[in-house]
């Protein structure tokens, strides 16, 4: 690798001419690389540099950059017609077919046409990096640097350190990449790195929520979306990307994974893969889409008029009793102080279904619902039935609760609400993460932000809920269904038990 201390002043090689290669080019050319694209096949690597021209073009006529600032990126790109065009690059990224054994031979070939002191980095997403290196003759040069699509509007990177990555090869990368505007996120070889590894709860626990019939998939996507503030929910995800796509990877990552329970896929997957039901890029997938790829909304919840004069029992120590005591009364509603004389009792539990809420109590589930408390009850709001509310019950409850306008999302009864479940899952994986140190507290936080677009990073939002809270959930999934997948992870346990956040680092660290 070069000498310069001025890290922008490396020449960077890009293999690859697809989508993410270009991207690549893009992005360091515009950070004032000199940047050599190469692909194998003919003409590939010109028509990607011109490609990635007229896209910085577009900068120009918006008034984003000058004429002479557009011919200055311009040159600094070059498409090359062999490979050994590529001898002086001090870094070369690949970015082609995820297959082992091409990479394998990709990486020989550079090895024998760059410097000894140049860095090998893959753009892999589901190979480890390990594996790669295993050919090469210098493995101690060769890392991940793993980018998200489209390259230049996905601010964040993932820098994987291999188990024989030099730390100088970490930190050239890193620099790099946060030359280039990007958030540069270290991370540890490991089954999914960093990003699409903390993403999995989002998909694991809502396609349990759905095969267990506690929810439809729009009404998970509606409450995560509305309620906790995804910009998607699960399904919508799912149906985005592609199911045939997606199950690879869900069932990737657990094999990766030793068949670690946590990331165990659904079995509601493999039969809608077989049946063509991929999403929007098949017309069908958990949502309908017309000739226009627009999704065909579910048919709402017809709406029923509160009967006036309801006896309705509130819990006195549900979190939002106050709130939940105006609504009644502005929905004309009597208010009792005793449960067993109220036509509906509602209560507010955490991590508990409904059904244990209304025996803990002494009260007929038939004439119980809860609410949960996790989710803004002036956004949405989530109404779990017992296993034998009645119809008229049950028909009260939604009347109350959309009595103002906001809707109402109703599921069958679960140790915990879709909210609960899903943001549980999601933070204990993430506290799973740092346990074993495959990044750290503050790269995981911002991946998380940046590379999934989720409001906030997994371990400060399970401290906004609160890691007691989260705790609750898990163990009372756990003891509900027996299933490890639900087991707590040690981070969480000791800081829940200490009092301390979840951002906190181990003392040792």
Not at 294 to 300: E, G
Request: charged residues 20%; glycine residues 8%; contains cysteine.
């Amino acid at each position: 690798m070069s000498n310069s201390s001025d890290i922008s002043k490396l020449t960077i090689g890009v293999v690859g001419a697809g989508t993410m290669g270009r991207g690549i080019v893009q992005l360091f050319a515009q950070a004032g690389h000199r940047v050599y694209c190469f692909d194998a096949q003919p003409g590939a690597s010109a028509k990607a540099v011109d490609y990635v021209a007229s896209m910085i073009g577009r900068g120009v006529e918006k008034g984003r950059i000058t004429a002479e600032q557009f011919g200055e990126i311009q040159g600094r790109m070059q498409a090359c017609d062999v490979m050994s065009q590529l001898r002086g690059c001090d870094v070369v990224v690949e970015a082609i077919v995820e297959d082992l054994e091409v990479k394998r031979k990709l990486f020989q070939e550079l090895e024998a046409v760059v410097g000894d002191n140049a860095i090998l980095a893959s753009n892999t997403s589901s190979l480890t990096v390990a594996d790669i290196a295993a050919a090469c003759a210098r493995p101690q040069q060769v890392a991940g640097l793993h980018f998200f699509n489209p390259v230049p509007l996905m601010k964040v990177a993932e820098v994987i350190a291999a188990v024989r990555t030099s730390p100088q090869t970490v930190e050239t990368l890193k620099g790099i990449t946060q030359g280039a505007g990007h958030r540069a996120v270290v991370t540890a070889d490991q089954p999914g790195f960093l990003i699409n590894h903390a993403g999995r709860g989002l998909y694991t626990e809502g396609l349990r929520i759905v095969e267990e019939q506690i929810a439809s998939p729009s009404d998970v996507d509606d409450v995560l979306r509305e309620a906790m503030g995804f910009r998607m929910g699960p399904f919508e995800l799912l149906d985005l990307t592609g199911l045939d796509v997606s199950s690879k990877v869900m069932a990737s990552i657990y094999e990766q994974f030793q068949q670690e329970p946590r990331f165990r896929p659904s079995s509601l997957v493999a039969p809608r893969v077989a049946a063509g039901l991929f999403g929007r890029k098949s017309g069908e997938g958990w949502y309908r889409y017309d000739a226009d790829g627009k999704k065909v909304t579910p048919q709402s919840r017809v709406k029923t008029t509160f009967p006036a004069g309801l006896a309705v029992w509130i819990d006195p120590h549900a979190s939002c009793a106050a709130v939940l005591r105006d609504l009644a009364v502005t929905a004309g509603a009597r208010v009792v102080a005793d449960g067993r004389e109220a036509d509906l009792a509602i209560m507010q539990p955490w991590g508990h279904d409904a059904t244990a809420s209304a025996l803990l109590v002494g009260l007929d589930p038939a004439r119980c619902v809860a609410v949960d408390p996790m989710t803004p009850l002036e956004v949405r709001r989530t109404v779990m039935l017992t296993a034998t509310t009645t119809p008229e019950a049950r028909d009260a409850a939604v009347a109350l609760f959309c009595s103002d306008g906001v809707p109402v999302t109703l599921v069958n009864d679960s140790a915990g609400f879709i909210a609960q479940r899903v943001m549980a899952t999601i933070v204990n994986i993430a506290c799973n993460i740092a346990q074993r140190g495959i990044a750290s507290v503050a790269d995981l936080e911002d991946a998380v932000q940046l590379g999934l677009g989720y409001p906030r990073g997994p371990l400060a939002w399970g401290d906004q809920i609160g890691a007691s809270r989260i705790l609750t959930i898990l163990r009372a999934q756990q003891e509900a269904t027996g299933d490890p997948r639900y087991r707590p992870s040690p981070w969480l346990v000791r800081r829940a038990d200490l009092g301390l956040p979840l951002v906190t680092p181990d003392a040792a660290r």
